[in-house]
């Protein structure tokens, strides 16, 4: 945890750990938040790919580990597969960096224990990005459901998934060694963050899991996760690399006196609210100026949008000294729940 604010004045001095895809649409959210941060350092082993990305403002490494002892770097952005995680975000917290890492934290338990550990003992800032929790739904959601629209929290279903092939993106998505796991480990990911985010501390879980279609070794196309919280509410979740319909996403959240859906795409979200076991009035939120925009400017255009909201927070809680809202240890517990012993009860 965060032990000291932040005295410097200015914008905090970034590092970029990543020149991929990824770290790309990263250095595009940075440049759009010059108020909050500055990117001076990018390192990636593919040299062309981290002097392109760094330009003519920022330097270039070919050894991301250096970025851990550049005094010039306050904060590190680590957007490079789950397995390096660890290796190279450790040496940058326990030299007193900020670090924010792209989902899931590790690709194992131990490694996000690490990662915890590490910020911890130096009193730094260590984020998840998980990026879900920006879109205007879910946040429209927390709000509703803490208003008490729609009455007590009862239970949580969500499912996010897509048909494989092409949607898989890089090759190392579905390599076991590179991820720690299957479908829960990739998109499966974020669902388990919003069902904790959204239940509370979860104190039990188990998981099911099948591996009928892709036979990837290790990695699961379809992915099926229970959890309980220590208040008693359920939350089920499915993850899925056979949706053949295409991706999407989506959340119910019910309640005594009603229910909370949201999902994309398109990105939408509907209130239902009455008196239990009669007809319910239904009100919809279409996010008409988002939906418009998406289309305008390309799908592109919103994930960028979702990386500048979880920056923004990761910013925010460096300069006040305290915890991310989407911490490490939120991403320590999601990975927990996602590499649940195959078929264990509680844990």
């Known amino acids: 945890m965060p032990r000291t604010t ?33 990117l001076t350092a990018v390192g990636d082993a593919r040299e062309d790919l981290a002097r392109a990305l760094a330009g003519t403002r920022a330097k270039s490494f070919s050894d991301a580990r250096a970025l851990a ?63 879900l929790r920006q879109t205007p739904a879910a946040k429209l959601a927390r709000r509703l459901l803490a208003e008490g629209a729609i009455g007590e929290l009862d239970y949580v279903r969500a499912f996010h998934g897509h048909k494989g092939g092409k949607d898989f993106g890089p090759a190392w998505i579905t390599d076991r060694t590179m991820t720690g796991g299957g479908t829960l480990m990739d998109n499966g990911i974020h669902m388990i963050d919003l069902a904790r985010w959204f239940l ?56 005594t006196a009603g229910a909370i859906r949201f999902g994309f795409p398109p990105l939408w979200l509907t209130l239902w609210r009455g008196t239990a076991g009669e007809k319910m009035t239904a009100r919809h939120f279409p996010f008409l100026v988002y939906q418009v925009k998406e289309r305008l400017k390309g799908w592109r255009w919103s994930l960028v949008e979702q990386l500048v909201g979880d920056l923004r927070d990761w910013g925010e809680a460096i300069r006040a000294g305290r915890p991310a809202p989407a911490s490490g240890r939120d991403g320590l517990e999601a990975v927990r729940i996602a590499l649940c012993t195959e078929f264990a009860g509680t844990t």
Request: with cysteine; glycine share 12%; charged share 20%.
């Open 6 to 38: 932040r005295t410097r004045q200015g914008p905090i001095r970034v590092g970029l750990i990543g020149a991929g895809f990824i770290g790309q649409m990263r250095a595009q959210a940075l440049g759009n938040m010059p108020e909050m941060f500055r």
């Open 200 to 255: 509370g501390d979860v104190e039990s879980f188990a998981r099911m899991s099948s591996n009928h279609s892709w036979k990837k070794p290790g990695c699961e196309d379809n992915g099926f996760v229970l959890m309980r919280s220590r208040k008693g509410h359920i939350a089920s979740v499915q993850s899925s690399w056979t949706e053949w319909r295409g991706y999407g996403w989506h959340m119910e959240i019910f309640g």
């Open 69 to 131: 002892d550049d005094p010039d770097v306050e904060a590190v952005v680590l957007s490079t597969p789950p397995s390096s995680h660890a290796e190279l975000g450790v040496p940058c917290l326990r030299a007193g960096k900020h670090l924010l890492v792209e989902k899931p934290l590790a690709a194992t338990v131990r490694e996000c224990e690490e990662l915890v550990e590490g910020a911890e003992g130096s009193g730094v800032c260590l984020a998840t990005g998980f990026t």
